[in-house]
């Protein structure tokens, strides 16, 4: 009897391995995402300083433009509060899944 709940242990902690792999995964999807958006932001950040100190040409072209760089790098920096809310999220999971995963491994040696 006791092999019976060895087995399910076993496949108990082989599927929450499964799961933390794949919180892993999509945590490191999630923090590249992240950089690249911090990496547009400054780039973003770099042509809007450059087209607001621009010597000459202040008609409505530049201004549209600023305007334009303004706007992207708003939603940018939305963007990017989103992914940080979930990555936190993820973060989480992931912590409450790899304690499960240390319990059912407690549980495997116990059996």
Known sequence: MSHGCGCFAMR?????????LEELLRLRSQSEKKLNLELDIKHLMGKLQV?????????SE???????LKEELSEKITEL???????????????????????AREVLIDV
Request: aromatic share 2%; net charge negative; charged share 45%.
């Open 12 to 20: 108990k902690c082989q599927k929450e391995k499964e799961a933390v």
């Open 62 to 68: 530049s201004s549209k433009r600023i305007d334009e």
């Open 51 to 59: 087209m607001e100190l621009k010597p000459g040409d202040e008609g």
């Open 81 to 103: 509060n989103d992914v940080e809310s979930f990555n936190q999220i993820l973060i989480t999971k992931e912590s409450k899944n790899s304690d499960e995963l240390r319990e």
